[in-house]
């Protein structure tokens, strides 16, 4: 199947954090998709929490390294449920180096997720070296 162009996909608004290559996000860029970057808008130090909250209520969608997103609703005191919603997220658990490379080729699999997401059913895929799993 033929790949999308720029102007036939849906703009996809991502978020990357401070552990993201630009890479990445120049990726995401070609395609024309919108990207901010944590360190153009907040301070590189920016506890988790806070990133999730600013990504939920503006609806971009998370790109971390950081693992610890999973365990701050523990810390927050509240639900996984609670925490993630309206959290559109992409864990990459790949080296950094290739995180660019793993991206395109889940690329296909995150404009279907996006494309079906919802604030209750919020998109959450993790990026591995081997693997890609959708978490719904």
């Known amino acids: 199947m033929p790949r999308k162009s720029a102007t036939e ?3 996809i608004p991502f978020f990357t954090d401070q552990n993201v290559p630009d890479s990445v996000s120049n990726y995401l860029l070609s395609l024309g998709h919108s990207v901010v970057r944590l360190r153009n808008i907040m301070p590189t130090d920016t506890k988790d929490p ?3 909250v600013a990504c939920s209520r503006s609806g971009h969608v ?8 999973k365990t701050a609703a523990r810390r927050l005191q509240i639900t996984q449920r609670q925490y993630r919603e309206g959290l559109h997220r992409i864990l990459m658990r ?3 180096p290739i995180g660019a490379r793993r991206l395109e080729l889940a690329m296909t699999i995150i404009e279907h997720e996006w494309a079906r997401a919802t604030i209750s059913q919020p998109m959450n ?3 591995q070296e081997g693997s890609i799993k959708v978490l719904r």
């Open 125 to 127: 895929i993790e990026i």
């Open 94 to 96: 790949c080296p950094e």
């Open 50 to 52: 806070v990133i999730a």
């Open 62 to 69: 998370l790109i971390t390294h950081d693992t610890d997103f």
């Open 9 to 11: 996909r849906k703009v």
